[in-house]
Nanobody, 127 residues
Framework: QVRLVESGGGSTQPGGSLRLSCAASGFTHSSYCMGWFRQVPGKEREGVATIDSDGSTSYADSVKGRFTISQDNDKNTLYLQMNSLKPEDTAMFYC?????????????????????WGQGTQVTVSS
């Protein structure tokens, strides 16, 4: 059974940094695309960053140059380093894992096809 547990959310001021972690278990990383999505009340969940099993990454335009997704397969952990945070980054962030070779671009733009989600971790950026 796939299990995803996020940590590392919190509050920071604009321009600050946070690192999210997602402890993954119950599946073989080599056959999954993993990623981070976010959602604010009243809006649809959107892709932030995804990473394929071969290390290929995709990012939403709004976070390019500020966020970095990475994974440590030995520790079965996914990370999202977030720098230069803006108030509009405030959201609930979710770790996701989708089986197959759909590609990081496709998974990023298609949250509706993702079948495995963590419980979410809140990120708040405010002065």
């Amino acid at each position: 059974q796939v299990r995803l547990v996020e940590s590392g959310g919190g509050s920071t001021q604009p321009g600050g940094s946070l690192r999210l972690s997602c402890a993954a278990s119950g599946f073989t990383h080599s056959s999954y695309c993993m990623g981070w999505f976010r959602q604010v009340p009243g809006k649809e969940r959107e892709g932030v960053a995804t990473i394929d099993s071969d290390g290929s990454t995709s990012y939403a335009d709004s976070v390019k140059g500020r966020f970095t997704i990475s994974q440590d397969n030995d520790k079965n952990t996914l990370y999202l380093q977030m720098n230069s945070l803006k108030p509009e980054d405030t959201a609930m962030f979710y770790c996701a894992a989708e089986r197959g070779l759909l590609g990081s671009d496709f998974v990023l733009s298609s949250p509706s096809i993702v079948s495995n989600w963590g419980q979410g971790t809140q990120v708040t950026v405010s002065s």
